[in-house]
Every structure is written in structure tokens, then in C-alpha cells.
């Protein structure tokens, strides 16, 4: 396996130190543009066609990630936390320990180059503040990335995210992604990737998508989420899976769910799978979702 890093400290100095007319074109072409294999996946231009329309700033700004616009003197603190060598070691480590526990188990992994970042995150964006303070995305096979409000928190709970979105990667390397994509297929991505987590780092690094939602509300949420299960596309699984609070900020149907229930539902499914089955938590990975389903419907009146 080979693990690539883009370093982001020094393209977000170069960003802090550019003349306003600058900054968008470095971040576009230094800081996105090696990830163009995965903007292709979710269509997302580089750069519109037309002056304001959809491109990879409005889109990564959408996400949680510092748009280049603020990157200026306020961030050099921020900037000088994310250049944190041991941040970097740390999360590197954690992307190669979870793809060689994969190897190690013997299951085959399709992709042999990888490409990992860790971004700055606004502290102002809403899925920011709700996810408290740290993100990552790992979906598209051969792509890794994190983003974060730099702290002594967010920094420390990092690579543990990574572990979880290393097992996506893994994940649809085996399984194939559609944009119809099925409640009960996120539930169960999710929830293995949580699993796999607290595997590598302990249930103390349970992600706040676990974390906030209330233990004694899961069998409440899990009526409404069961109703769900078979709803495809992301306008329609967002409440299920982000909740409502989420689904309102992009104009999608609220199903009376609070912040991540779908996450925690998903982490407590798989959990319960593990513990029924024996099976490691490395074949689970890559096994279809309907095939977990299927072995856990007593899951859902317990």
C-alpha cells in the first residue's frame, strides 16, 4: 500500500498570504485539485462555468471546510496547530494500522495508492458546530480526508475518525456506491465504520454522531428509522440518518429524528450484529447490507 500525504499548513500559508484575487484559483488548483478523482464521483467542478455557480468552494464550504475568502491573519494560529507534526503522524498511523489490520484479516483491498489530507473546518458552519469541531469523508476509494477547528480536543480525537472513514474506503471498495443508495445501506456503512473505531482506539473516541443521542431514546428512534429503511436518496435518508436539524438547512423531508440518531442507531445495529455473530468486525466490512439486515430484524423490537 502506498499512503500519499498533502501536506495542507503550507497551501493554507500560501492561501493566508495571497492577494484576495488569489486565493480562490490556490485553493481550487493546490489544495482540491489532487482530489479531483473524487469531486468527479460527486460531480463538483473545480471551478463553475459562470461567476457564483456550484463548484468545489461552494461545495466544500457546504461541507464544514474553510472557504478561502477567510483564510487571512486570523487563521495563523489555526494554521500553525494544523502543522502539528504529531497530528500528522498520528493520522497517517491511523489510515495504515486500519488498512493493515484489512490485509492482515485477508481481505483484499482493490485500491493500491491512497491519498490522505487534513483540512481546516469554519468554526461558524453549522455541521461544524454539530459534529464539535472535527469531520471526515472517506467514501471514494483511494481518498482520505479530515477537516477540524484545531484544539487540543478535536487534534487528539482525529485519527480516530480516520480509522472510521478508512473503513469506508474499504467498505466501497467491495461494495458498490449508488446515488440511490438505501437508508438501510448508510445505516449499516455507518455503523460498521463506528464499530471498527472504537476497535482501534477504544469506546472513549465514540464520535459525538454516537455520542449525543440520548440511550434511552433508541427504541423510540428506531420505530421511526425502521419505517425507513428501504427510503433511497440522500433528500430522502438525510433525516434518517442526520436528522431533521440537518435535513432543514437543505430543504429535505424532517421525520422527527434529533442530531445523528440514524449514526447511533447504525453504531448500537452493528454492535448487536458483532456480538450475535462472532463474525470479526474486518469481514463485516466488506458482507452486502442486506445480509447484516437480515441477521439482526430482532434488532429493531428489542
Same mark, same amino acid.
Given at each position: 500500500?502506498?499512503?500519499?500525504?498533502?501536506?495542507?499548513?503550507?497551501?493554507?500559508?500560501?492561501?493566508?498570504?495571497?492577494?484576495?484575487?488569489?486565493?480562490?484559483?490556490?485553493?481550487?488548483?493546490?489544495?482540491?485539485?489532487?482530489?479531483?478523482?473524487?469531486?468527479?464521483?460527486?460531480?463538483?467542478?473545480?471551478?463553475?462555468?459562470?461567476?457564483?455557480?456550484?463548484?468545489?468552494?461552494?461545495?466544500?464550504?457546504?461541507?464544514?471546510?474553510?472557504?478561502?475568502?477567510?483564510?487571512?491573519?486570523?487563521?495563523?494560529?489555526?494554521?500553525?496547530?494544523?502543522? +502539528?507534526?504529531? #497530528?500528522?503522524?498520528?493520522? !497517517?498511523?491511523? &489510515?495504515?494500522?486500519? @488498512?493493515?489490520?484489512?490485509?492482515?484479516?485477508? %481481505?483484499?483491498?482493490?485500491?493500491?495508492?491512497?491519498?490522505?489530507?487534513?483540512?481546516?473546518?469554519?468554526?461558524?458552519?453549522?455541521?461544524?458546530?454539530?459534529?464539535?469541531?472535527?469531520?471526515?469523508?472517506?467514501?471514494?476509494?483511494?481518498?482520505?480526508?479530515?477537516?477540524?477547528?484545531?484544539?487540543?480536543?478535536?487534534?487528539?480525537?482525529?485519527?480516530?475518525?480516520?480509522?472510521?472513514?478508512?473503513?469506508?474506503?474499504?467498505?466501497?471498495?467491495h461494495i458498490r456506491w449508488t446515488n440511490n443508495i438505501t437508508l438501510g445501506e448508510m445505516l449499516v456503512s455507518e455503523g460498521l465504520a463506528?464499530?471498527?473505531?472504537?476497535?482501534?482506539?477504544?469506546?472513549?473516541?465514540?464520535?459525538?454522531?454516537?455520542?449525543?443521542? +440520548?440511550?434511552? #431514546?433508541?427504541?423510540?428512534? !428506531?420505530?421511526? &428509522?425502521?419505517?425507513? @429503511?428501504?427510503?433511497?436518496?440522500?433528500?430522502? %435518508?438525510?433525516?434518517?440518518?442526520?436528522?431533521?436539524?440537518?435535513?432543514?438547512?437543505?430543504?429535505?423531508?424532517?421525520?422527527?429524528?434529533?442530531?445523528?440518531?440514524?449514526?447511533?442507531?447504525?453504531?448500537?445495529?452493528?454492535?448487536?450484529?458483532?456480538?450475535?455473530?462472532?463474525?470479526?468486525?474486518?469481514?463485516?466490512?466488506?458482507?452486502?447490507?442486506?445480509?447484516?439486515?437480515?441477521?439482526?430484524?430482532?434488532?429493531?423490537?428489542?
Amino acid at each position: 500500500m502506498n499512503l500519499k500525504t498533502l501536506y495542507s499548513p503550507d497551501i493554507y500559508r500560501h492561501i493566508m498570504e495571497a492577494a484576495p484575487d488569489r486565493k480562490n484559483d490556490i485553493y481550487r488548483y493546490e489544495l482540491m485539485l489532487p482530489f479531483q478523482g473524487k469531486w468527479d464521483c460527486y460531480h463538483i467542478p473545480l471551478k463553475a462555468e459562470t461567476p457564483g455557480g456550484y463548484d468545489i468552494i461552494m461545495a466544500s464550504s457546504m461541507l464544514g471546510l474553510l472557504p478561502p475568502a477567510k483564510i487571512d491573519s486570523s487563521y495563523a494560529e489555526a494554521i500553525e496547530l494544523l502543522a +502539528d507534526k504529531t #497530528l500528522w503522524d498520528n493520522s !497517517k498511523a491511523s &489510515i495504515e494500522n486500519s @488498512l493493515a489490520r484489512f490485509e492482515k484479516a485477508g %481481505i483484499e483491498l482493490h485500491n493500491d495508492e491512497y491519498l490522505f489530507s487534513i483540512f481546516l473546518a469554519n468554526p461558524e458552519n453549522a455541521y461544524t458546530v454539530m459534529n464539535e469541531g472535527y469531520c471526515g469523508d472517506g467514501g471514494i476509494p483511494g481518498y482520505i480526508m479530515a477537516w477540524l477547528v484545531p484544539g487540543e480536543g478535536t487534534m487528539r480525537r482525529l485519527p480516530a475518525a480516520l480509522a472510521h472513514e478508512t473503513n469506508h474506503n474499504v467498505r466501497y471498495q467491495h461494495i458498490r456506491w449508488t446515488n440511490n443508495i438505501t437508508l438501510g445501506e448508510m445505516l449499516v456503512s455507518e455503523g460498521l465504520a463506528e464499530n471498527f473505531a472504537v476497535s482501534m482506539f477504544g469506546e472513549e473516541y465514540l464520535g459525538p454522531w454516537v455520542t449525543k443521542t +440520548d440511550r434511552e #431514546l433508541i427504541p423510540l428512534i !428506531k420505530e421511526i &428509522i425502521r419505517g425507513g @429503511l428501504h427510503a433511497t436518496g440522500l433528500d430522502n %435518508i438525510t433525516a434518517y440518518l442526520y436528522g431533521d436539524e440537518m435535513a432543514e438547512m437543505q430543504n429535505y423531508p424532517k421525520v422527527g429524528l434529533p442530531y445523528c440518531a440514524g449514526y447511533a442507531t447504525g453504531y448500537y445495529l452493528i454492535k448487536y450484529y458483532l456480538q450475535k455473530t462472532g463474525i470479526p468486525i474486518e469481514e463485516a466490512t466488506v458482507l452486502p447490507a442486506e445480509n447484516i439486515l437480515s441477521e439482526t430484524e430482532e434488532f429493531w423490537i428489542m
